[in-house]
């Protein structure tokens, strides 16, 4: 190989290898830089017995360099390469597609828009997962508006506007502003007298059924054709509140003959007698249907992309006649399919949680076997957890399952190394220890920590273990942090045996608590409360405090109950 030949081999070796690296951010290999060289350079292979070498020597000085220097030496060698890897990381950074049209708006804002009639499911979380990630993308703008302009049907729970703001600083959002629809019922109020004078509205006195059969056999109801004047009139006495409930309604005019026959003059205002709960909204009796009022909100507030559920098409639909009407441009919209959840026995719907918990079925909506924001927040899971499986689910249009298993893992990648351990035994046996043991075991905080220092459990005569880790008799285990035992008359007999018969695997390590200075504790599951003794660390602990229970799991502590004596602790998760 000539000098000319090696300097080239060494040229194209050097940006083959840079791109290896930067790509995978890790050091080159000689092998992964062969092929994709020879591949381009297919005059290199008459000398395929000597290129090796000088690549293995390319290769080496490549790896000696810090990765911001491979990056900046490949900008230089290939910028070409670099973009589209930087576009490919780019890509792959982000579970979410890119909004639609996103390039063509001064600013992305968005709405998360919930009905305030209890605490949130854990269904409710992806929608402010999902619009607060796009805000952080995009340097973006959403709101929190409470579209609770249904006093009847869907009564607003007075309590659940700060719940509801409490779950949404739980999964780490804040919105940019808050409203309340109940707030705003003049400004629907002056948009439905506009569509009025637009000839766009009329009202109507037919009943329900009545209307139906009409819209059905696409003919035109007997009201359609009013006076502009006394559609005004009438709808003043329904802002009065001068009819009764399914007395009168105001119909946005559309296309009697749409094919869709849900779309042909739909409802936009109707009485409702049933006093609003919030006393600032309680005299109002007329109230727009969600779809005129979230439509003209959504034009207001200026948003630019609207995300809801496939099952919801129909309202884009309906809004767009208003839209129409008034000459404005309809947000760019996402349909996604609903979330399925796995593991609980409770359904995830807000009306049947709280009507467990008025029966006593269920403690609280933070009870651990409901499948609220909640009951997660009181098990110690974090709301960052919450939110990477929301956000991992995408926007598909269809029905997505998602598995508890998936928050679990996100929640234990963030809490294990900063969570120290200690031992639980559930349902308890007392077994006698015997052999002189050491009069304290000293078991490492965490065993990734040594600095973090020993926990100090003082033995005592006897211990508790569960049932299924008591071996057979003459069988041996090794308590953990203490030593090796054998089962002899009822007896743990300590051998002083060295830490070899476990690495030899003949001898299961078990977590154990002594019988002497055990700690009752409560700990509520998603299945009941289990009861259990811990060792004696855990009754100084403070409420809050994550702890790992060696081979049980994560649980929050809760409270130390003097009146009970015992500690409270709700389980995370494996």
Known sequence: MDDELRERVEREAEKHALLNAVKHESDAAVGAVMGPLMGDNPDFREHSDAVPGVVGGVVGRVNDLSYADKRARLEELAPEELAEIEAEEEEDEHDLPDLPNADDYDEIRMRCAPNPNGPWHVGHARMPAVIGTYRERYDGWFCVRFDDTDPETKRPDLEAYDAILEDLDYLGFEPNATYRASDRLETYYDHARDLIEMGGAYTCSCSGEAFSDLKNSAEPCPHREKGESTVLEEFEAMVDGEYSSGEMVLRVKTDIEHKNPALRDWVAFRMIDTPHPREAASEYRCWPMLDFQSGVDDHLLEITHIIRGIDLQDSAKRQQFVYDYFDWEYPEVIHWGHVQLDDYDVKMSTSTISELIDDG??????????????????????????????????????????????????????????????????????????????????????????????????????????????PEREGRIWLKGLGCFQFTRDVLQYTAEDIDVVREGDVDVVHWVPADERVPVRMRTMEGDVRGHAEPGVGDLAPDEMVQFERVGFARIDRHDEEDEETVAYYAHP
């Open 361 to 470: 079925a269920l403690d609280g909506w933070d009870d651990p076997r409901a499948p609220t924001l909640k009951s997660l927040r009181r098990r110690g899971i974090r709301g960052e957890a919450i939110v990477e499986s929301m956000v991992g689910l995408g926007t598909s249009t269809t029905d997505v399952d998602l598995a508890m298993s998936s928050i679990y893992a996100n929640n234990r990648d963030l809490i294990d190394e900063e969570t120290d351990r200690r031992f639980l035994v559930r349902d308890g046996n007392q077994i006698p220890l015997g052999g002189s043991p050491p009069d304290e075991a000293n078991p490492p905080l965490h065993p990734n920590h040594e600095e973090r220092g020993v926990r100090e459990i003082p033995v005592g005569d006897s211990v508790m273990l569960e049932p299924e880790d008591l």
